[in-house]
């Protein structure tokens, strides 16, 4: 195929992806904590004018460095302040990651394969939601996977005395990536090319000269940052965002724990259709070139360090944490499809069964859940719902249109049908179909499903902010952590009083040397300033529907306000003088 007719394919790539990532990125509000944390560090951006430090609720905020925020900040320069700003950047990764996909596709194979590839990542599920979140991961993963393509060829090419421009473009790509997210890629490319120097039998380091250019690219493009704040006064910043990297490795954070094998069930499922082609993918395959094998090899190697890295080692158990497998995975997956297109081999029963489960409870899932509302007072009263806040929330009023369960009846059908013609047949046309049907559904999904569930989660709240929005009180939450009031209220740099900050300042390092989070050490001394001290303006709160009582019994001057959902507003005024 000539190159004008793959430049055709490029623009055909972009356009569809565009339509399918852009529309409706601000048709549901921001989700704490990781959407609306970050959103608010670019809005305060905005709003302070400081865009060399990361900031959250006006104050340095270390967990993460500024590349992503940057890119949100100049997103709602363009568009506003809003879901939509927060998720384009996402959506324009999602765009050059599909397209990334078909040129590696093509140089690694051909392409068939390249398509293959393109359809495996931009058709399942997870993949698909995260270039329509507004979360770091997206991007971080790019730019880890492109300086993992650029080794795989430096080092395939690795001639003595010569330079090889892969390393640049490895360390540019490499240091990008932990001023987007922190040290954890280079863990990661670090582990991933020691694993495949162990597999491959080379010597990465035959040519110190690309070794050195390697290294000097991931200094200058991704400590550069971290070297401006040391120099310019901020060290504790830069040490108290390694001593949190080192904290999250060794922890659970913020009690997102789990089961052992978490990011096994994550990726099986959450990576349907491309999960079960994947599993084949392990056994050798005799017509492979040299490279494809040396490629492969690679992307196993990259594979099992993310998956390896965040179940044995890593202690927090977030479903995004596994999200860089999503590209060793779906190449993968296109390895096996292009196999059984190409008639080298069948889909086996055991996958098909396997796919077939998973196709179907995935269907029947997206199905029930469009018919919470007729059956919500059934389930309430049935007592299988133990938690009282998530009870209360399915009371949250919310109107469905009704139509909602067509993508479950419409993925489960489709899925069905096309696997097992593909399990039959082995044609390329139900490959396709299969694919074809778990893209539509899952931006059906979003757009039709989503909108309507959100509420339940966190509706009244996102309201109650809302309204408060821009006006001069103090608004905080009780007895949960969230981000979300400080983006929906619009909070300002001058919103916290000189006398508060003061108490705050005193409290939270009495709160820090009992081992609370410096976030929560916060959270909890604005907590005790606005709802005992001498406060100048209105205080609001927001606390779960369980802390209710508690709340009420020791704290009988402040005023409840509603109920809705699962949450209980108050309000607590000035004391006249």
């Known amino acids: 195929m000539g190159r004008k007719k793959h430049i055709y394919f490029h623009l055909a790539i972009t356009i569809i992806s565009a339509l399918l990532f852009i529309p409706f990125l601000g048709a549901v509000h921001l989700f704490d904590w990781d959407e609306i944390n970050f959103a608010e560090c670019a809005r305060e951006m905005l709003a302070s004018g400081d865009y060399s430090n990361v900031q959250l609720n006006f104050r340095p905020f270390w967990e993460k460095p500024p590349l992503f925020i940057w890119l949100q900040a100049l997103s709602m320069n363009i568009f506003g302040v809003n879901e939509?700003?927060?998720?384009?950047?996402?959506?324009?990764?999602?765009?050059?990651?599909?397209?990334?996909?078909y040129y590696f596709g093509r140089k690694f194979n051909d392409h068939k394969f390249a398509l293959l590839w393109v359809?495996?990542?931009g058709a399942s599920f997870l993949p698909f939601l995260y270039f329509k979140s507004g979360i770091i991961d997206p991007w971080f993963n790019l730019l880890i996977f492109l300086s993992i393509c650029s080794l795989l060829a430096w080092f395939n090419n690795n001639v003595s005395g010569k330079i090889n421009r892969n390393a640049i473009y490895a360390g540019i790509f490499a240091g990008l990536a932990v001023l987007t997210k922190g040290p954890?890629?280079?863990?990661?490319?670090?582990?991933?090319?020691?694993?495949?120097?162990?597999?491959?039998?080379?010597?990465?380091?035959?040519?110190?000269?690309?070794?050195?250019l390697f290294i000097f690219a991931t200094l200058l493009s991704g400590f550069s940052w971290f070297l401006f704040e040391i120099i310019t006064g901020h060290y504790d910043i830069?040490?108290?965002?390694?001593?949190?990297?080192?904290?999250?490795?060794?922890?659970?954070?913020?009690g997102?724990?789990?089961?052992?094998?978490?990011?096994?069930?994550?990726?099986?499922?959450?990576?349907?259709?491309?999960s079960v082609f994947f599993i084949a993918s392990h056994k050798k395959n005799p017509t492979d070139t040299p490279y494809q094998v040396y490629v492969k090899k690679w992307m196993l190697s990259l594979f099992w360090v993310?998956?390896?890295?965040?179940?044995?080692?890593?202690?927090?158990?977030?479903?995004?944490?596994?999200?860089?497998?999503?590209?060793?995975?779906?190449?993968?997956?296109?390895?096996?499809?292009?196999?059984?297109?190409?008639?080298?081999k069948k889909l086996g029963r055991v996958l098909f069964i396997i796919g077939i489960a998973i196709s179907t409870m995935a269907g029947i899932a997206f199905t029930l859940i469009t018919f919470i509302e007729p059956f919500k007072a059934g389930i309430i009263s049935s007592g299988l719902v133990k938690d009282d806040f998530a009870l209360a929330c399915l009371n949250t009023p919310v109107k469905w249109g009704g139509y909602?369960?067509?993508?479950?009846?419409?993925?489960?059908?489709?899925?069905?049908?096309?696997?097992?013609?593909?399990?039959r047949t082995g044609k390329a046309s139900m490959a396709y179909g299969l694919l074809t049907t778990s893209l539509i559904s899952v931006w059906l999904l979003t757009v039709t499903i989503v909108p309507k569930v959100e509420p339940y989660s966190q509706g009244p709240a996102i309201e109650f902010y809302q309204s408060l929005k821009d006006k001069d009180c103090y608004v905080e939450t009780i007895g949960f952590k969230s981000y979300a009031y400080l983006f929906y209220t619009g909070r300002k740099p001058s919103h916290n009083s000189p006398k508060m900050l003061a108490f705050i300042k005193k409290q939270e390092k009495a709160y820090a040397e009992q081992g609370f989070p410096i976030t929560t050490s916060f959270n909890l001394a604005s907590c005790q300033w606005m709802m005992w001290q001498e406060i100048d303006k209105p205080a609001y709160f927001v606390a779960k529907i369980t802390e209710e009582a508690q709340i009420k019994k020791g704290s009988s001057h402040l005023t409840e306000l509603y109920k809705k959902g699962g949450f209980v507003f108050f309000k607590r005024e000035p004391e006249k003088p």
């Open 256 to 274: 997102h724990g789990g089961f052992l094998l978490y990011h096994f069930v994550v990726l099986l499922i959450g990576c349907f259709p491309a």
């Open 404 to 423: 909602e369960w067509i993508t479950g009846i419409f993925f489960l059908a489709g899925s069905i049908c096309f696997l097992t013609g593909l399990y």
């Open 84 to 101: 939509f700003a927060a998720r384009f950047p996402d959506a324009v990764c999602g765009i050059l990651t599909l397209n990334l996909i």
């Open 184 to 212: 954890a890629a280079l863990i990661i490319i670090g582990l991933c090319v020691l694993l495949s120097w162990q597999r491959l039998r080379y010597n990465p380091f035959a040519n110190i000269k690309n070794l050195l």
């Open 238 to 254: 830069v040490k108290e965002f390694i001593t949190y990297q080192v904290r999250l490795l060794k922890t659970e954070d913020s």
């Open 119 to 121: 359809f495996s990542f």
């Open 306 to 344: 993310v998956l390896i890295l965040y179940t044995v080692v890593v202690q927090t158990k977030i479903v995004h944490y596994s999200s860089m497998c999503y590209f060793p995975l779906t190449y993968l997956a296109a390895h096996s499809l292009y196999q059984i297109v190409t008639g080298e």
